[in-house]
C-alpha cells in the first residue's frame, strides 16, 4: 500500500501551490491525487487565449444548478479536470484581496500575516502587456472616465483602490500567450522531486479514519495511506462533496443517504458564496482588431457605497459577444460585438450544496440562491450596473465602435424591467467558494473541526467572498497553510 507524509486530494490551484512548498522539503514524502490528466505539453491547457474552449470540454466538471427561481436556472458551473485546476482553464485575471475582504476570517487572517504572502506568489502577474491592448478596450477605458470620472488605474495590484477602471493585472507570459497558472509557475519546475509524486487522472471517493483521525483516501487506483495529514484541495464544490460521502457534514442529512456518519459538523456545504454577473450587449460596426490576452482583459470598478472603501460593483469588458445566456432568451447573436458584464462583488444571497446520493459518481445538489436576499441589494447592483454601462457606451471615443444594443435593449429601461432581464440573462464569473468555512468547518488554522489530521486547502475556506476575482486569494490560502502545516 502507498504510503506518503501528506496526501494532496487535487491538483488544483491551492494543491499546487502546497504540493511545491512542502516537497521543499527533502525529508518529507508528499503525494498529489489528481481527477485530471497533467497539462504539460498540452496547448489546449497552456493557451491562456484558448479557455473559453474549455468550458463544457472533456476537462470541465461541468455542474449543474438547482433550479433558481429567481434567477437563470440554466447556469453551467465550469471546474476543472486537469493538473492546475481552475487556474489551468480560467482567464487568470490576478487581483490581490482588499484587507478589509479578510478582516472578518478570524485570528491569523488579518492583513498584516496574510497580506505578505502575495509577494510570495510564483505567478507572473502582471498588467496586461501593451502589445496586448485592443484598441475597443483602450477606448472602453477612455468612455468609462469620461462618463464617470473615475481614474484610470495602471497597475490594480499596487495598492487598495476605490474605483476606477483600466487594463486588468493577468497572471500569463506575453511573449508566448501562454499561462502562469498554479501548475507550471509551482510544479512544472519541481516535478523531478523524489519526494514528490503525482498520481493523476485518479478519482478520490473517500477519506478514512481510524479514532477520528484521516489515515489516507479511497481513490479510483488503491487506498493511499497519509502518515501525517490529508490535505483536502478539490476546491469548494468537491471538497465538501468529498467529506460528505466520508461521513463528515450534517448528521441527518449523511444518515438519511445511508452513509455512516464519522462526525456531525453542519456547515459542511452551507455557505455557499459565488460573484453572479449580467450582460448587456452591443453589435459593433464591423469587426474589432484581434490583439487581446483573453478577450475579457480591461473593466472597471465603482464605488456607490462611500461608507465602504471597497468598490461595491465591478465590470468584465467582453471584446467579444457573450451571447450564452440571452440566445435562450430570444435575443439575436452577432457577428462582432462588445459587452459589459456587471457583476456584484459582495453579494448579499447565499446558498449551500447537498448530497443527494450516496453514490460517488452522482452529481451534489448546488443552490446558489441567486437573488434570492430580501433586501434586494443584488437585483439594484445589475440594475445600476446596466445603467452605468450605457452611460459609458453613449460616451466617445467607445460611442462610435457601436452599431447598436442588442440585448436587453435601449427599450428596456424601468428597474423592475431591467432587474427581470438581468436576472435571467445572469451568469457566474465562476467563483463558487465558502463550504468549507473558516469558523464553522475549519479553524483558523484550516484543520477540520473535530477531527485529526485533516485540513481544507482551497476556495472552500473563504468564510466571505473577497471583492475581486478569487484566484489570488486561493494562491494565497495555499502559501498560507504550507506555513500552517510546516509550523513556521
Ligand atoms: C472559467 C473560469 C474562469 C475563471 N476566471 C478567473 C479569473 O480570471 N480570476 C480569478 O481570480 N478567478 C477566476 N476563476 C475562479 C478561480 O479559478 C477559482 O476560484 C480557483 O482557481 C479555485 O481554486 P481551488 O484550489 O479552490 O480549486 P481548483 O483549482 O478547482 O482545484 C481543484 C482540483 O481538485 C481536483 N479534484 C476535485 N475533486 C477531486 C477528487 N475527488 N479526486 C481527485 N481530484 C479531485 C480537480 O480536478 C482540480 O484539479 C475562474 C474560474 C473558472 C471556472
Redesign the pocket.
Known amino acids: 500500500m502507498p504510503e506518503y507524509d501528506y496526501v494532496i ?7 499546487s501551490v502546497l504540493a511545491a512548498r512542502l516537497s521543499e522539503d527533502p525529508s518529507v514524502t508528499v503525494c498529489v ?4 490528466p497533467s497539462d504539460v505539453d498540452d496547448p489546449r491547457v497552456l493557451e491562456l487565449r484558448n ?1 473559453i474552449n474549455l ?1 463544457g470540454s472533456e476537462l470541465d466538471y461541468d455542474y449543474p444548478t438547482v433550479e433558481q427561481p429567481r434567477g437563470n436556472s440554466h447556469i453551467r458551473h ?10 489551468s ?7 490581490v484581496p482588499f484587507p478589509q475582504d479578510v478582516a472578518s476570517w478570524g485570528p491569523g487572517w488579518d492583513w498584516d500575516t496574510f497580506g505578505p504572502y502575495y509577494d510570495r506568489l510564483l505567478n507572473n502577474i502582471i498588467p496586461v502587456d501593451p502589445a496586448d491592448r485592443n484598441p475597443i478596450a483602450l477606448d472602453f477605458i477612455a468612455a468609462a472616465k469620461a462618463a464617470l470620472g473615475v481614474p484610470e488605474v495602471e497597475d490594480f495590484n499596487a495598492k487598495p483602490f476605490a474605483d476606477g477602471t483600466g487594463f486588468f493585472s493577468v497572471a500569463y507570459h506575453p511573449e508566448t500567450g501562454s499561462r502562469s497558472s498554479a501548475s507550471t509557475a509551482y510544479l512544472h519546475p519541481v516535478l523531478d522531486r523524489p519526494n514528490l509524486t503525482l498520481v493523476l487522472e ?4 473517500r477519506v478514512s479514519f481510524e479514532d477520528g483521525r484521516a489515515i489516507g483516501v479511497d481513490t479510483s487506483a488503491g487506498f493511499i495511506s497519509a502518515r501525517r495529514e490529508v490535505l483536502l ?4 464544490i ?1 471538497t465538501p462533496r ?1 467529506l460528505m460521502l466520508s461521513g463528515v457534514g450534517p448528521a441527518a442529512d449523511l444518515s438519511a443517504l445511508g452513509i455512516e456518519v464519522v462526525h456531525d459538523l453542519p456547515g459542511v456545504g452551507e455557505n455557499l458564496l459565488d460573484h453572479p454577473e449580467s450582460v448587456i450587449i452591443w453589435e459593433t460596426d464591423g469587426p474589432i482588431p484581434l490583439n487581446s490576452v483573453m478577450d475579457s482583459d480591461a473593466g472597471l470598478f465603482v464605488r456607490r457605497d462611500q461608507s465602504d472603501p471597497r468598490p461595491d460593483l465591478m465590470f468584465h469588458f467582453y471584446q467579444i459577444p457573450f451571447t450564452a445566456n440571452t440566445e435562450r432568451l430570444g435575443y439575436p447573436v452577432v457577428e462582432h460585438g462588445v459587452c459589459m458584464t456587471p457583476n456584484i462583488p459582495r453579494p448579499h444571497s447565499v446558498g449551500r450544496m447537498w448530497l443527494t446520493s450516496a453514490d460517488p459518481t452522482v452529481k451534489p445538489a448546488l443552490d446558489f440562491g441567486y437573488f434570492t436576499n430580501p433586501d434586494g441589494y443584488d437585483e439594484q447592483t445589475l440594475v445600476d450596473g446596466f445603467r452605468i454601462a450605457r452611460e459609458i457606451a453613449s460616451q466617445e471615443p467607445l460611442k462610435s465602435w457601436l452599431k447598436r444594443e442588442i440585448a436587453p435593449g435601449p427599450e428596456v429601461t424601468s428597474d423592475e424591467d431591467l432587474s427581470e432581464y438581468g436576472r435571467r440573462a445572469a451568469h457566474t464569473v ?2 463558487p ?1 465558502g463550504t468549507c468555512a473558516i469558523g464553522s468547518v475549519v479553524d483558523p488554522s484550516l484543520k477540520v473541526i473535530g477531527l485529526e489530521g485533516l485540513r481544507v486547502v ?3 475556506v473563504f468564510p466571505t467572498m473577497p471583492t475581486v ?4 486569494t ?1 494562491l494565497m490560502i495555499g502559501e498560507r497553510a504550507a506555513d500552517l502545516i510546516r509550523g513556521a
Open positions: 486530494v487535487g491538483g488544483g490551484t491551492a494543491g491525487v489528481e481527477g485530471g479557455w468550458l465550469s471546474r476543472a479536470r486537469v493538473l492546475g485546476g481552475c487556474s482553464h480560467n482567464t487568470l485575471i490576478s487581483f485518479t478519482w478520490v471517493s484541495c478539490a476546491g469548494a468537491d468529498l465562476y467563483h467558494a482551497d476556495a472552500s476575482n478569487p484566484m489570488v486561493v
